[in-house]
């Protein structure tokens, strides 16, 4: 595979002169390219620049508006109503994850809900930002069925990620963003594009038998992880992100969506809660104590330890050439 080595400045410019040049105004690109360039920083590839095509093509097909800016309703004080505006959630979430944030220090408690909006990204950054705030962060969403529920051979549910976030005051803290199939969809594409083969378990093919070739799993379908315990999970996903949000289940965003390539319309229900309010002093210390007892157990590695020892690289990241060559095209 032919790469080549970008700076992360020169990720971010690249991504943000594609956006402006697919139909961006400078808020909704400043933010994507933010998101793109962390997740190429912190080696989420899968949700970095090789999402670029996607948002360009979902501008250009006019399912998506570029230049929308959320409306934000936060008159009940554990509620804020984000209306995505039909724009990408990376600049709806910039601006609703502060009044998420500061309604949770108010109550101790406090939920999100956002609808109308297209997300196209990793969860981790939102619930990172809510422990980053010493909050405790839960978010979800769904996605276009291409998972198989525990029993039946026919995509169902979407990939439907969790993400999960506590903090950890002066220190990095604990993440975890995961797909509730055995794996991403992304991850699949990836090892398609650069001939990887899939771990059992990870979907079947078009004729409904397992397969561990990343093309026929693109062609058939995936699985929920741990059987029916994932596939529960998935179900439960499915319903806090779009029943209650107001927003698609993922049955509903395929029949509604273009097929672009780009994401489909969804919800996302994050919570935020604070410990303070809610335990009070001592929850540091309690909670530190865990972790430590955690991490001393031999081959134990925290969730989200990979992506913050990366995030100390600040030099180069091997780009794939034949991505760099599209996007370029895309940019101009």
């Not at 994401?263 to 002093?281: Q, Y």
């Amino acid at each position: 595979m032919s790469v080549e080595n970008l700076t992360l400045a020169e990720i971010e410019t690249l991504a943000k002169q594609t956006l402006l040049a697919g139909g961006c105004d400078e808020n909704n690109a400043a933010a994507i390219a933010d998101t793109v360039t962390r997740a190429e920083r912190d080696g989420s590839t899968s949700h970095g620049l090789f999402r670029l095509p996607g948002y360009v093509k979902s501008m250009r097909s006019g399912k998506v508006d570029g230049k929308a800016t959320p409306v934000i309703d936060n008159k009940m004080a554990a509620i804020v109503a984000v209306d995505g505006q039909g724009g990408y959630a990376p600049y709806t979430l910039q601006c609703a994850l502060p009044v998420l944030a500061k309604a949770a220090q108010n109550t101790g408690i406090a939920v999100m809900r956002l609808h109308n909006s297209y997300h196209f990204a990793a969860l981790w950054p939102e619930v990172e930002y809510l422990a980053e705030q010493n909050l405790v962060g839960l978010a979800c969403t769904c996605f276009k069925p291409s998972v198989a529920p525990a029993g039946t051979s026919t995509a169902f549910f979407g990939t439907n990620p969790l993400a999960f976030a506590w903090p950890r005051p002066d220190k990095t803290p604990v993440v975890f963003d995961m797909a509730t199939s055995r794996l991403a969809k992304g991850d699949v594409m990836l090892a398609a594009r650069e001939g990887h083969d899939l771990p059992d378990g990870t979907g079947l093919g078009p004729d409904g038998q397992p397969s561990n070739d990343p093309h026929e799993v693109l062609k058939g379908v995936l699985l929920p992880f741990g059987g029916y315990k994932g596939s529960a999970i998935s179900m439960m996903v499915e319903l806090l992100s779009s029943a209650l949000t107001g927003d698609q289940f993922s049955y509903e965003a395929e029949a509604q969506d273009n097929n672009d390539g780009g994401p489909a319309r969804g919800g996302e229900l994050i919570i935020a809660m604070s410990p303070d309010l809610i335990v009070g002093d001592g929850w540091r210390a309690h909670s530190e104590g865990f972790i430590a007892e955690l991490s001393s157990l031999e081959g134990v590695r925290l969730p989200g330890e990979r992506r913050h020892k990366n995030r100390q690289d600040t030099g180069t990241r091997a780009i794939n050439s034949a991505l760099l060559e599209t996007i370029r095209g895309l940019s101009g």
